[in-house]
Protein backbone atom coordinates (compact mmCIF):
# COMPACT_ATOMS: atom_id res chain seq x y z
CA UNK A 1 0.00 0.00 0.00
CA UNK A 2 2.31 2.34 0.97
CA UNK A 3 4.74 1.47 -1.90
CA UNK A 4 2.37 2.17 -4.24
CA UNK A 5 1.19 5.61 -2.56
CA UNK A 6 5.03 6.25 -3.49
CA UNK A 7 5.46 5.11 -6.91
CA UNK A 8 7.65 2.42 -5.84
CA UNK A 9 5.33 -0.52 -8.53
CA UNK A 10 7.74 -2.99 -8.73
CA UNK A 11 8.74 -3.11 -4.71
CA UNK A 12 4.85 -3.48 -4.51
CA UNK A 13 4.28 -6.16 -6.84
CA UNK A 14 7.19 -8.30 -5.59
CA UNK A 15 5.25 -7.72 -1.75
CA UNK A 16 2.04 -8.35 -3.01
CA UNK A 17 3.01 -11.44 -5.25
CA UNK A 18 4.40 -13.09 -1.80
CA UNK A 19 1.02 -12.13 -0.12
CA UNK A 20 -1.37 -13.72 -2.81
CA UNK A 21 0.95 -16.66 -2.37
CA UNK A 22 1.15 -17.34 1.34
CA UNK A 23 -2.61 -16.54 1.34
CA UNK A 24 -5.74 -16.14 -1.00
CA UNK A 25 -7.18 -13.62 1.36
CA UNK A 26 -4.40 -11.31 -0.31
CA UNK A 27 -7.14 -11.64 -3.54
CA UNK A 28 -8.90 -9.05 -1.49
CA UNK A 29 -6.54 -6.20 -2.52
CA UNK A 30 -6.16 -7.14 -5.92
CA UNK A 31 -8.34 -5.44 -8.45
CA UNK A 32 -8.19 -2.45 -6.63
CA UNK A 33 -4.31 -2.71 -6.67
CA UNK A 34 -3.72 -3.98 -10.72
CA UNK A 35 -6.16 -1.21 -12.02
CA UNK A 36 -4.32 1.60 -10.00
CA UNK A 37 -0.79 0.66 -10.69
CA UNK A 38 -2.29 0.62 -14.46
CA UNK A 39 -4.17 3.71 -14.34
CA UNK A 40 -1.52 5.69 -12.19
CA UNK A 41 1.30 4.46 -14.80
CA UNK A 42 -0.91 6.14 -17.35
CA UNK A 43 -1.10 8.96 -15.76
CA UNK A 44 2.43 9.49 -15.01
CA UNK A 45 3.06 8.51 -19.01
CA UNK A 46 0.76 11.84 -19.44
CA UNK A 47 2.86 14.19 -17.36
CA UNK A 48 6.28 12.74 -19.86
CA UNK A 49 4.32 13.49 -22.79
CA UNK A 50 3.50 17.00 -21.55
CA UNK A 51 7.21 17.36 -20.00
CA UNK A 52 8.43 16.27 -23.63
CA UNK A 53 6.05 18.61 -25.60
CA UNK A 54 7.25 21.33 -23.41
CA UNK A 55 11.20 20.88 -23.45
CA UNK A 56 12.01 19.28 -26.52
CA UNK A 57 9.31 21.13 -28.67
CA UNK A 58 8.66 17.95 -30.72
CA UNK A 59 6.00 16.89 -33.01
CA UNK A 60 2.55 15.31 -31.28
CA UNK A 61 3.16 12.04 -33.16
CA UNK A 62 6.77 11.83 -31.27
CA UNK A 63 5.67 12.18 -27.97
CA UNK A 64 2.52 10.18 -28.37
CA UNK A 65 4.96 7.00 -29.68
CA UNK A 66 7.60 7.83 -26.47
CA UNK A 67 4.28 8.04 -23.96
CA UNK A 68 3.13 4.48 -25.28
CA UNK A 69 6.76 3.15 -24.75
CA UNK A 70 6.71 4.47 -21.52
CA UNK A 71 3.07 2.49 -20.64
CA UNK A 72 4.61 -0.88 -22.19
CA UNK A 73 7.94 -0.73 -20.59
CA UNK A 74 6.57 0.19 -16.92
CA UNK A 75 3.60 -2.38 -17.45
CA UNK A 76 6.44 -5.34 -19.25
CA UNK A 77 8.78 -4.86 -16.28
CA UNK A 78 5.80 -5.26 -14.10
CA UNK A 79 4.58 -8.01 -15.97
CA UNK A 80 8.12 -9.58 -15.57
CA UNK A 81 8.64 -9.22 -12.31
CA UNK A 82 5.10 -11.00 -11.47
CA UNK A 83 6.38 -14.10 -13.60
CA UNK A 84 9.58 -14.18 -12.19
CA UNK A 85 7.97 -14.06 -8.35
CA UNK A 86 5.78 -16.54 -8.95
CA UNK A 87 8.41 -19.22 -11.30
CA UNK A 88 10.84 -18.69 -7.85
CA UNK A 89 8.06 -19.20 -5.40
CA UNK A 90 6.78 -22.70 -7.01
CA UNK A 91 9.74 -24.36 -9.17
CA UNK A 92 10.43 -26.14 -5.98
CA UNK A 93 7.21 -27.79 -5.89
CA UNK A 94 6.76 -28.02 -9.53
CA UNK A 95 10.26 -29.44 -9.31
CA UNK A 96 9.33 -31.85 -6.42
CA UNK A 97 7.09 -35.03 -6.12
CA UNK A 98 4.52 -35.28 -8.44
CA UNK A 99 1.18 -33.61 -7.36
CA UNK A 100 2.64 -31.44 -4.56
CA UNK A 101 2.35 -28.19 -6.34
CA UNK A 102 -1.54 -29.41 -6.42
CA UNK A 103 -1.36 -29.97 -2.73
CA UNK A 104 0.60 -26.42 -1.89
CA UNK A 105 -2.32 -24.56 -4.29
CA UNK A 106 -5.28 -26.17 -2.75
CA UNK A 107 -3.73 -24.91 0.66
CA UNK A 108 -3.75 -20.97 -0.71
CA UNK A 109 -6.85 -21.98 -2.28
CA UNK A 110 -8.84 -24.27 -0.15
CA UNK A 111 -11.91 -24.06 -2.54
CA UNK A 112 -13.03 -27.52 -1.25
CA UNK A 113 -13.79 -26.20 2.29
CA UNK A 114 -17.35 -24.41 1.62
CA UNK A 115 -18.73 -21.02 0.42
CA UNK A 116 -18.08 -19.74 4.24
CA UNK A 117 -16.65 -21.42 7.56
CA UNK A 118 -18.84 -21.51 10.16
CA UNK A 119 -20.74 -18.10 10.39
CA UNK A 120 -19.50 -15.09 9.46
CA UNK A 121 -20.91 -11.90 8.39
CA UNK A 122 -21.14 -11.56 4.86
CA UNK A 123 -23.97 -12.04 1.97
CA UNK A 124 -24.15 -15.63 1.68
CA UNK A 125 -24.64 -16.41 5.51
CA UNK A 126 -26.92 -13.95 5.66
CA UNK A 127 -29.55 -14.89 2.34
CA UNK A 128 -28.82 -18.49 4.02
CA UNK A 129 -31.74 -17.20 6.57
CA UNK A 130 -34.18 -17.32 3.99
CA UNK A 131 -32.50 -19.38 0.84
CA UNK A 132 -30.64 -22.58 1.02
CA UNK A 133 -28.29 -21.69 -1.83
CA UNK A 134 -25.58 -24.53 -0.99
CA UNK A 135 -28.71 -27.40 -1.54
CA UNK A 136 -29.95 -25.39 -4.59
CA UNK A 137 -26.27 -24.88 -6.21
CA UNK A 138 -23.77 -27.25 -6.94
CA UNK A 139 -19.96 -26.18 -5.85
CA UNK A 140 -19.22 -24.99 -9.56
CA UNK A 141 -22.31 -22.35 -9.99
CA UNK A 142 -21.47 -21.00 -6.33
CA UNK A 143 -17.86 -20.74 -7.50
CA UNK A 144 -18.91 -19.09 -10.38
CA UNK A 145 -21.92 -16.80 -8.99
CA UNK A 146 -19.52 -15.52 -6.03
CA UNK A 147 -17.01 -14.98 -8.26
CA UNK A 148 -19.32 -12.95 -10.75
CA UNK A 149 -20.98 -10.92 -7.48
CA UNK A 150 -17.48 -9.75 -6.65
CA UNK A 151 -16.50 -8.64 -9.81
CA UNK A 152 -19.85 -6.21 -9.89
CA UNK A 153 -19.61 -5.14 -6.33
CA UNK A 154 -16.13 -3.65 -7.60
CA UNK A 155 -16.80 -2.32 -10.84
CA UNK A 156 -17.99 1.28 -8.99
CA UNK A 157 -14.64 1.48 -7.41
CA UNK A 158 -12.67 0.55 -10.43
CA UNK A 159 -14.48 3.02 -12.17
CA UNK A 160 -13.49 5.97 -9.75
CA UNK A 161 -10.10 4.81 -9.58
CA UNK A 162 -9.96 5.51 -13.84
CA UNK A 163 -11.72 8.78 -12.97
CA UNK A 164 -9.84 10.32 -10.00
CA UNK A 165 -6.84 7.94 -9.53
CA UNK A 166 -5.36 9.75 -6.74
CA UNK A 167 -3.95 8.50 -2.96
CA UNK A 168 -7.82 8.59 -1.34
CA UNK A 169 -9.63 7.52 -4.18
CA UNK A 170 -6.52 3.84 -3.66
CA UNK A 171 -7.31 3.80 -0.12
CA UNK A 172 -11.49 4.08 -0.44
CA UNK A 173 -11.35 1.72 -3.22
CA UNK A 174 -9.30 -1.01 -1.67
CA UNK A 175 -11.76 -0.55 1.18
CA UNK A 176 -14.76 -0.88 -0.97
CA UNK A 177 -13.71 -3.47 -2.98
CA UNK A 178 -12.33 -5.71 -0.53
CA UNK A 179 -15.79 -5.75 1.21
CA UNK A 180 -16.65 -6.82 -2.04
CA UNK A 181 -14.50 -9.26 -1.36
CA UNK A 182 -15.82 -10.42 2.02
CA UNK A 183 -19.58 -10.59 1.24
CA UNK A 184 -19.43 -12.14 -2.15
CA UNK A 185 -16.26 -14.18 -2.74
CA UNK A 186 -16.27 -17.64 -1.81
CA UNK A 187 -14.46 -19.66 1.31
CA UNK A 188 -14.74 -16.62 3.65
CA UNK A 189 -13.37 -16.42 7.63
CA UNK A 190 -14.98 -14.61 10.01
CA UNK A 191 -11.29 -12.85 10.51
CA UNK A 192 -11.38 -11.63 7.09
CA UNK A 193 -13.15 -8.22 7.99
CA UNK A 194 -9.95 -7.07 9.02
CA UNK A 195 -8.88 -6.86 5.40
CA UNK A 196 -11.16 -3.94 4.30
CA UNK A 197 -10.70 -2.12 8.16
CA UNK A 198 -7.03 -1.92 7.17
CA UNK A 199 -7.36 0.53 4.46
CA UNK A 200 -10.69 1.89 6.37
CA UNK A 201 -9.05 2.63 9.82
CA UNK A 202 -6.15 5.17 7.34
CA UNK A 203 -9.07 6.98 6.59
CA UNK A 204 -9.92 8.63 9.91
CA UNK A 205 -11.48 11.88 8.49
CA UNK A 206 -13.09 10.65 5.65
CA UNK A 207 -15.23 7.89 7.31
CA UNK A 208 -15.39 10.26 10.44
CA UNK A 209 -19.18 9.80 10.76
CA UNK A 210 -19.81 5.66 11.57
CA UNK A 211 -15.75 5.60 11.75
CA UNK A 212 -15.95 4.04 15.91
CA UNK A 213 -19.30 1.79 14.69
CA UNK A 214 -17.22 -0.28 12.11
CA UNK A 215 -14.45 -1.12 13.92
CA UNK A 216 -16.32 -1.71 16.82
CA UNK A 217 -18.91 -3.98 15.04
CA UNK A 218 -16.02 -5.55 13.08
CA UNK A 219 -14.82 -6.43 16.35
CA UNK A 220 -17.99 -7.60 17.52
CA UNK A 221 -18.16 -9.86 14.48
CA UNK A 222 -15.58 -11.99 15.18
CA UNK A 223 -16.55 -12.40 19.45
CA UNK A 224 -17.70 -15.96 19.20
CA UNK A 225 -14.13 -16.83 17.65
CA UNK A 226 -12.22 -14.78 19.93
CA UNK A 227 -14.50 -16.47 22.92
CA UNK A 228 -13.67 -19.75 21.17
CA UNK A 229 -9.98 -19.72 21.25
CA UNK A 230 -10.21 -17.94 24.68
CA UNK A 231 -9.71 -14.69 24.23
CA UNK A 232 -12.92 -13.06 25.89
CA UNK A 233 -10.66 -10.72 27.72
CA UNK A 234 -8.55 -9.37 24.98
CA UNK A 235 -11.79 -8.43 23.27
CA UNK A 236 -13.60 -6.86 25.90
CA UNK A 237 -10.44 -4.56 26.33
CA UNK A 238 -10.06 -3.42 22.52
CA UNK A 239 -14.12 -2.67 22.49
CA UNK A 240 -13.38 -0.50 25.65
CA UNK A 241 -10.67 1.03 24.37
CA UNK A 242 -12.37 1.27 20.27
CA UNK A 243 -15.29 3.05 22.97
CA UNK A 244 -13.31 5.17 25.19
CA UNK A 245 -11.48 6.62 22.00
CA UNK A 246 -14.66 7.03 19.83
CA UNK A 247 -15.89 9.32 23.11
CA UNK A 248 -13.22 11.28 22.90
CA UNK A 249 -13.03 11.62 19.71
CA UNK A 250 -16.65 12.33 19.60
CA UNK A 251 -16.59 15.54 21.37
CA UNK A 252 -13.59 17.17 19.73
CA UNK A 253 -11.96 16.26 17.13
CA UNK A 254 -15.06 15.14 15.26
CA UNK A 255 -16.92 19.23 15.65
CA UNK A 256 -14.10 20.71 14.46
CA UNK A 257 -14.07 18.82 10.91
CA UNK A 258 -17.69 19.68 10.87
CA UNK A 259 -17.28 23.55 10.88
CA UNK A 260 -16.73 23.88 7.80
CA UNK A 261 -19.23 22.07 4.96
CA UNK A 262 -17.99 18.64 3.83
CA UNK A 263 -21.44 17.40 2.68
CA UNK A 264 -21.92 18.39 -1.52
CA UNK A 265 -24.07 20.87 -2.50
CA UNK A 266 -27.16 19.90 -4.16
CA UNK A 267 -30.70 18.23 -3.23
CA UNK A 268 -29.32 14.64 -5.13
CA UNK A 269 -30.03 11.34 -3.81
CA UNK A 270 -25.67 11.14 -2.81
CA UNK A 271 -25.76 14.98 -1.45
CA UNK A 272 -28.79 13.35 1.06
CA UNK A 273 -27.65 10.25 2.04
CA UNK A 274 -23.92 12.25 2.95
CA UNK A 275 -26.02 14.79 5.08
CA UNK A 276 -28.45 12.55 6.84
CA UNK A 277 -25.05 10.54 8.16
CA UNK A 278 -23.36 13.60 8.84
CA UNK A 279 -26.25 14.68 10.53
CA UNK A 280 -27.42 11.20 12.71
CA UNK A 281 -23.78 10.29 13.61
CA UNK A 282 -24.26 11.11 17.14
CA UNK A 283 -27.48 8.43 17.13
CA UNK A 284 -25.50 5.98 15.20
CA UNK A 285 -22.80 6.34 17.63
CA UNK A 286 -25.14 5.89 20.41
CA UNK A 287 -26.71 2.78 19.13
CA UNK A 288 -23.96 1.37 18.14
CA UNK A 289 -22.83 1.35 22.36
CA UNK A 290 -26.34 0.66 23.44
CA UNK A 291 -27.19 -2.50 21.32
CA UNK A 292 -23.92 -3.98 21.92
CA UNK A 293 -23.93 -3.73 25.54
CA UNK A 294 -27.66 -4.86 25.75
CA UNK A 295 -25.82 -8.22 23.07
CA UNK A 296 -23.40 -8.92 25.95
CA UNK A 297 -25.57 -8.39 28.78
CA UNK A 298 -28.37 -10.80 27.38
CA UNK A 299 -26.11 -13.28 26.14
CA UNK A 300 -24.44 -13.50 29.63
CA UNK A 301 -27.59 -14.00 31.31
CA UNK A 302 -29.90 -15.49 29.12
CA UNK A 303 -30.23 -18.97 27.62
CA UNK A 304 -30.99 -19.63 24.77
CA UNK A 305 -34.10 -21.52 23.66
CA UNK A 306 -33.71 -25.15 22.70
CA UNK A 307 -34.69 -24.50 19.64
CA UNK A 308 -33.07 -22.08 18.70
CA UNK A 309 -29.94 -22.31 20.30
CA UNK A 310 -27.43 -20.42 18.01
CA UNK A 311 -29.62 -17.03 18.40
CA UNK A 312 -26.90 -15.13 19.84
CA UNK A 313 -24.78 -16.31 17.10
CA UNK A 314 -27.15 -15.71 14.64
CA UNK A 315 -28.35 -12.20 15.31
CA UNK A 316 -24.27 -11.28 15.89
CA UNK A 317 -23.68 -12.17 12.22
CA UNK A 318 -27.19 -10.53 10.65
CA UNK A 319 -26.29 -7.50 12.74
CA UNK A 320 -22.94 -6.99 11.79
CA UNK A 321 -23.76 -7.57 8.07
CA UNK A 322 -26.29 -4.76 8.24
CA UNK A 323 -23.90 -3.17 9.51
CA UNK A 324 -21.24 -3.75 6.77
CA UNK A 325 -23.59 -3.61 4.12
CA UNK A 326 -25.30 -0.03 4.54
CA UNK A 327 -21.54 1.33 5.56
CA UNK A 328 -20.26 -0.05 2.06
CA UNK A 329 -23.05 1.37 0.41
CA UNK A 330 -22.42 4.97 1.81
CA UNK A 331 -18.73 4.31 1.18
CA UNK A 332 -19.10 3.71 -2.46
CA UNK A 333 -21.25 7.31 -2.20
CA UNK A 334 -18.72 9.08 -0.33
CA UNK A 335 -15.98 8.24 -3.25
CA UNK A 336 -18.38 8.59 -5.93
CA UNK A 337 -18.66 12.47 -4.66
CA UNK A 338 -15.40 12.20 -4.08
CA UNK A 339 -14.11 11.00 -7.47
CA UNK A 340 -16.61 13.76 -9.15
CA UNK A 341 -15.33 16.82 -7.02
CA UNK A 342 -12.95 18.08 -10.27
CA UNK A 343 -10.20 19.89 -7.39
CA UNK A 344 -9.34 16.92 -5.17
CA UNK A 345 -8.56 14.95 -8.46
CA UNK A 346 -6.33 17.70 -9.34
CA UNK A 347 -4.08 16.15 -6.23
CA UNK A 348 -1.27 13.95 -7.12
CA UNK A 349 -0.16 10.49 -5.50
CA UNK A 350 2.37 11.27 -2.26
CA UNK A 351 6.02 12.07 -2.86
CA UNK A 352 8.81 10.51 -1.62
CA UNK A 353 8.69 13.25 1.30
CA UNK A 354 4.84 11.55 2.50
CA UNK A 355 3.41 15.04 1.73
CA UNK A 356 0.49 15.05 -1.14
CA UNK A 357 1.83 16.89 -4.15
CA UNK A 358 -0.26 19.25 -6.36
CA UNK A 359 -0.63 18.27 -9.68
CA UNK A 360 1.10 21.59 -11.46
CA UNK A 361 3.69 22.01 -8.54
Given at each position: MICVLH??????????????????????????????????????SADVYKSFMVKENESRIAAKVLRYLYCVFKIGCLVIVTVGVNVALWLPYVMSEKGTWKLVL??????????????????????????????????RSLTLTSAGLTILGALPSVVMIFRCPNARTFLMSMFNISMSFFFFSYMVHEKSILLPLLPFSLLLYTYRHVYTTVMLFGLFSNFFLLRRDGCPVPYFAVMLIYGFVGYFYERSYIRNFDKSPAEPAGTSIFAWIIKLVKDSHRWITIGTVGFLTIFHIAEAIVSPPKRLPDIFLVLNVNVSFVVFAAVWVYSNVLLYVHASTSDVCDTDLIDDSGRAKAKNA
Open positions: RHYTTATVLYCLALNFKQMSLYYSICFFFFVVVSIAKDQRIFPVHRGLYEDKVANFWCFINNFVKVRSILSQ
